[in-house]
């Protein structure tokens, strides 16, 4: 482990050949801490198994043959250059892509055992067990409160009781009640960005989903409001799932359980953080992790 914060350094030689000697292989250099392990992380349950995934728009295929399972109660991290079909695999999850015209899915998704691309299946069920967070904020043009108890409302419920309370629940678990239970009334559009980006996590979570994904959700946040969600993620695993695509390799590294490299459309590489990211596997990973390309 080196002294340079947060980087990600080549143990190289000056001058040496672009392919290393095996004994001298590139490991990562860098201070991030990983996530700790707990209880929670040493469980075996599945949550979400996918076999010979392959995603096509119109003749273009976007991913091919992938195949993972995800733990019950871990934070796996999806990496890769963009364009490399991360983003792709974590919409086929809750069936974003149905919505693209000329979208061709292939495969088995599982989650909790149920198959969410099966004919029987409801898709509203599907998205309402399976929250997303997007990469931009995007908070509705109403009260902090409406904005969290939306869900809930399209689901039917109104009792009054049953919405405050859902809403402070929510709102605790997005760790942003302190900073607005006196002002729920106003506007979520007046948040700060790092509190809107919240303000969507409680939403999210208030329709109480089993897993939840997340689409670069620190990407247009600062460093600030980025270690508030990144400290928020390892406290949510504890009740639910969650898949995160990110460019930060540091990111993955601090929040993730299990992390999965991807590059063109391929799954390269899925091993714990910490082994993916001190000894890589392939070849690939160790470029991408490593810098020299990406």
């Given at each position: 482990?080196?002294?340079?914060?947060?980087?990600?350094?080549?143990?190289?030689?000056?001058?040496?050949?672009?392919?290393?000697?095996?004994?001298?292989?590139?490991?990562?250099?860098?201070?991030?801490?990983?996530?700790?392990?707990?209880?929670?992380?040493?469980?075996?349950?599945?949550?979400?198994?996918?076999?010979?995934?392959?995603?096509?728009?119109?003749?273009?295929?976007?991913l091919h043959d992938v195949s993972l399972d995800m733990q019950e109660h871990q934070v796996t991290a999806f990496i890769g250059p963009s364009g490399c079909g991360k983003s792709t695999l974590l919409r086929c999850l809750n069936r974003m892509n149905d919505l693209v015209d000329g979208v061709r899915i292939t495969g088995s998704f599982l989650v909790h055992?149920?198959?969410?691309?099966?004919?029987?299946?409801?898709?509203?069920?599907?998205?309402?067990?399976?929250?997303?967070?997007?990469?931009?904020?995007?908070?509705?043009?109403?009260?902090?409160?409406?904005?969290?108890?939306?869900?809930?409302?399209?689901?039917?419920?109104?009792?009054?009781?049953?919405?405050?309370?859902?809403?402070?629940?929510?709102?605790?678990?997005?760790?942003?009640?302190?900073?607005?239970?006196?002002?729920?009334?106003?506007?979520?559009?007046?948040?700060?960005?790092?509190?809107?980006?919240?303000?969507?996590?409680?939403?999210?979570?208030?329709?109480?989903?089993?897993?939840?994904?997340?689409?670069?959700?620190?990407?247009?946040?600062?460093?600030?409001?980025?270690?508030?969600?990144?400290?928020?993620?390892?406290?949510?695993?504890?009740?639910?799932?969650?898949?995160?695509?990110?460019?930060?390799?540091?990111?993955?590294?601090?929040?993730?359980?299990?992390?999965?490299?991807?590059?063109?459309?391929?799954?390269?590489?899925?091993?714990?953080?910490?082994?993916?990211?001190?000894?890589?596997?392939?070849?690939?990973?160790?470029?991408?992790?490593?810098?020299?390309?990406?």
């Amino acid at each position: 482990m080196g002294s340079s914060e947060g980087t990600l350094e080549k143990a190289v030689t000056p001058g040496a050949p672009v392919e290393p000697d095996p004994e001298t292989r590139i490991r990562v250099k860098t201070d991030v801490t990983f996530a700790p392990r707990t209880e929670a992380s040493d469980a075996h349950d599945t949550a979400i198994q996918i076999r010979s995934a392959n995603v096509f728009y119109g003749e273009k295929q976007a991913l091919h043959d992938v195949s993972l399972d995800m733990q019950e109660h871990q934070v796996t991290a999806f990496i890769g250059p963009s364009g490399c079909g991360k983003s792709t695999l974590l919409r086929c999850l809750n069936r974003m892509n149905d919505l693209v015209d000329g979208v061709r899915i292939t495969g088995s998704f599982l989650v909790h055992k149920q198959d969410i691309y099966a004919k029987t299946t409801d898709v509203i069920e599907v998205r309402r067990k399976i929250g997303m967070v997007f990469q931009k904020s995007n908070p509705l043009p109403t009260s902090i409160y409406e904005n969290v108890v939306y869900g809930l409302r399209i689901a039917g419920i109104r009792n009054k009781a049953t919405l405050d309370d859902a809403c402070e629940k929510s709102l605790r678990s997005a760790a942003l009640w302190d900073e607005v239970k006196d002002r729920l009334r106003e506007s979520g559009l007046g948040l700060s960005g790092g509190q809107q980006q919240r303000l969507c996590i409680a939403r999210a979570v208030a329709i109480e989903p089993d897993v939840l994904l997340m689409d670069e959700p620190c990407s247009a946040l600062d460093p600030i409001a980025t270690l508030r969600i990144e400290q928020l993620i390892y406290e949510l695993k504890r009740d639910y799932t969650i898949v995160i695509v990110t460019h930060n390799l540091q990111q993955a590294a601090r929040v993730s359980d299990r992390t999965a490299f991807f590059w063109l459309g391929k799954l390269i590489e899925f091993n714990t953080t910490a082994e993916l990211f001190t000894a890589p596997g392939e070849k690939h990973t160790e470029d991408y992790i490593t810098g020299r390309f990406g």
